[in-house]
């Protein structure tokens, strides 16, 4: 009986160890012959006794041999499927795909539990606040930001991460790895997630809507962003000062401003960024790379957020609203300016005269004017120039671009001021007023040489 134990008992060390052999069949079915000797009836009962109770034990471990037969051949399916799967992950053969989005997966069950990012289904609770999420992982995780627990700790440096996969990331900025190329482009990315988003420029798919307008965005954080325009929430607070946010992502880029931490050096110059975002499109500087083609004009960029505000002088689109008037702005910076002309707020003070500055690129570009710096030089010719944009109109000159275009005729024009006199031949608008008679002018330049007429004086 210890024979026939210590072979089932090696069953459980061996999978793969046919326990059920000949050996132990013959030692369990072997039976006791009774001599035809003479012998007490006593023993003869006893010796009948163990017969049977050694061919019960025989059919019961025949049993359980087949039992385990059958386990084992289910454990060799599950081994060849284990190892099925294993194989794609260096073919990188991904056969289940995902009919709403991009994604691809190695097994069925991932695309499965992914489909809930789509359909909104969120099983997991958080027990502490009222969030619930689509993966039991990500919930763990989430709930780490109750806790403040970090296990993981990055091996090159001393930051720690509450989830494995940002250390997994994190350590990227360290190596220079970036494992996910673009099979369209010559790009590659640190992260999945970046690869996948940078597809849909390739596609032009954007699988996220906005259930209050008909809006399409090809990323998730976008369509939460936007959503707040219709809403005014703004969940996420600065806990270092009052303001708030309506995206995790913008909170977290606004913290680095309050602790100047900046990680990600650039192995070229030296240059640091408090973002890896910002390390990858400073690279670009270097490189030249203009992978955002704009699809109106000829245009390239090397940023998709340079694209996407360029798209707005072809479309007019002007998102961002002055909350103190009716003013709209295409660009967020134009916004946090003209919000200055409401505050009378000037804290940028020029160190060679008495003037203020709302902005610190105005303070620069007005210090120019005392230095006689020109840092802008043209490549055409030997003209320099104080400020990127009177470089960028001349450089029009050279090449013969005329952007601004007139939508009641044909006519374009190299400048933009220029468009808006040439409309007023249309509207007939004339809003320079002459101060010593009624006469109305709709260009600036008329209005001087009538002045002339007034005074004999010679206007520059």
Do not use: W
């Amino acid at each position: 009986n210890n024979y026939i134990k210590m072979k089932i008992e090696s069953y459980y060390h061996n999978d793969m160890q046919v326990i059920m052999n000949d050996e132990v069949a013959f030692n369990v079915n072997k039976t006791i012959e009774i001599s035809g000797e003479s012998v007490e009836t006593q023993d003869v009962e006893m010796k009948v006794k163990e017969e049977v109770e050694l061919k019960e034990e025989s059919i019961m471990i025949q049993d359980v041999g087949i039992k385990f037969q059958e386990e084992l051949e289910s454990k060799k399916e599950l081994m060849y499927f284990t190892h099925q799967t294993h194989h794609r992950t260096h073919t990188g053969n991904k056969p289940f795909k995902c009919t709403r989005c991009d994604a691809e997966f190695l097994e069925k069950h991932s695309l499965l539990i992914h489909r809930r990012s789509h359909i909104g289904k969120k099983p997991y609770h958080c027990g502490q606040c009222d969030k619930a999420f689509t993966y039991n992982s990500a919930l763990i995780t989430h709930l780490r930001t109750h806790s403040g627990e970090k296990p993981y700790q990055c091996i090159q440096c001393d930051k720690t991460f509450s989830c494995k996969s940002y250390m997994k990331i994190h350590i990227r900025t360290h190596t220079g790895e970036k494992p996910y190329p673009c099979n369209q482009c010559n790009m590659a990315f640190s992260e999945k997630g970046s690869l996948l988003r940078h597809h849909r420029t390739h596609t032009g798919k954007k699988p996220y809507q906005c259930t209050v307008c008909d809006k399409f965005f090809t990323e998730k954080h976008s369509l939460l962003k936007h959503l707040s325009t219709h809403t005014g929430e703004k969940p996420y607070q600065c806990g270092q000062c009052d303001k708030a946010f309506a995206s995790n992502n913008s909170l977290i880029i606004h913290i680095l401003l309050h602790t100047g931490e900046k990680t990600y050096q650039c192995s070229i110059c030296g240059k640091t960024f408090s973002l890896d975002s910002g390390l990858t499109s400073h690279m670009k500087t270097h490189t030249g790379e203009k992978p955002y083609q704009c699809s109106q004009c000829d245009k390239a960029f090397s940023l998709k957020s340079s694209m996407k505000s360029h798209m707005r002088k072809h479309t007019g689109e002007k998102p961002y609203h002055c909350r103190k008037c009716d003013k709209t702005f295409a660009y967020n910076g134009s916004l946090i300016f003209h919000l200055k002309t409401h505050t009378g707020e000037k804290p940028y003070q020029c160190t060679y005269c008495v003037q203020t500055f709302s902005q610190s690129g105005s303070l620069n570009r007005h210090l120019r004017t005392h230095t006689g710096e020109k840092p802008y030089q043209c490549s055409q010719c030997d003209k320099a120039f104080s400020e990127k944009g009177d470089l960028k109109k001349h450089m029009r000159i050279h090449t013969g671009e005329k952007p601004y275009h007139c939508s009641q005729c044909d006519k374009s024009f190299t400048l933009n001021f220029t468009l808006l006199n040439h409309l007023r031949t249309h509207t007939g608008e004339k809003p320079y007023q002459c101060s010593y008679c009624d006469q109305n002018f709709s260009q600036h330049s008329a209005l001087k040489t009538h002045l002339r007429g007034h005074t004999g004086s010679v206007f520059c």
